[in-house]
């Protein structure tokens, strides 16, 4: 049974032979980044967040039932389990 994917649904997917998830555990001494080190050693990123306008907000009423009070920031998630049958 290890060699599939998805052992908690019914779909049964086999697992690919290099499953490594583009992680190569097996660097070279020379490269930037190894296996065993922490994120300390990582470079830091760079981050962008867009300004938040204040252009139209709920009411505190329809803010708590959507769970924002920023109209575009409201997507519902309507998600589906992950095993395609």
Known sequence: MEKYIG???SCRRERPMDS???Y???MKKGDQWHRHEGVDSMQAAMQYVPWQHWDQVYCPEEGLNYGT???ELNKPFYGKGACRR
């Open 24 to 26: 190569d555990s097996h």
């Open 69 to 71: 009070i920023f109209p």
């Open 7 to 9: 052992q908690n649904c």
């Open 20 to 22: 490594r998830c583009g």
